[in-house]
């Protein structure tokens, strides 16, 4: 083997070691609700990557969770919450569903960008979706991550 030939294999490697590197450190992180005494059959999880300015881009995606109405007590809507690293707690948004409240299927998603770094997401059942204050009703939660 020549010089070259061993420094060009040497030099793809270290640009195939990058990449791998970069792939594994920006991989989307994937974390699942605990199961719920609330709404048992309500399934989902929730997706947490960075976007270019280094926010949290965080997504949830839900099956089976009962409408809001339904619960025992009623409420009106369903509210994403996240436990911040610096242990505040903060409200991020409604969600919502692709027709009305939930589809036939009782499927739901939520995105949103934050930054805030999540240590904890959970989901309440509120009266109102602009309410600063979780309530008790928590529907779904992640461990601590």
């Not at 929730?46 to 339904?70: F, M």
């Not at 009782?106 to 509120?126: D, G, N």
Request: proline content about 3%.
């Amino acid at each position: 083997m020549t010089k070259k030939n061993t420094q060009f294999k040497s030099s793809l490697l270290k640009i195939f070691i990058l990449t791998m590197v970069i792939s594994i450190c920006s991989c989307t992180k994937k974390i699942s609700f605990l199961n719920s005494s609330l709404v048992p059959a309500a399934r989902g999880y929730v997706e947490i990557n960075s976007d270019k300015n280094k926010n949290n881009v965080i997504e949830i995606h839900l099956t089976d969770l009962a409408e809001v109405q339904r619960l025992e007590p009623p409420r009106r809507t369903y509210v994403v919450w996240i436990v911040t690293n610096q242990n505040m707690i903060k409200n991020l948004g409604q969600i919502k569903s692709s027709s009305g409240m939930m589809s036939k299927q009782l499927k739901a998603s939520f995105r949103t960008v934050t930054s805030f770094k999540p240590t904890r997401v959970f989901i309440t059942a509120e009266d109102d979706a602009n309410t600063q204050y979780a309530g008790k009703q928590i529907v779904l939660s992640t461990k601590n991550f």
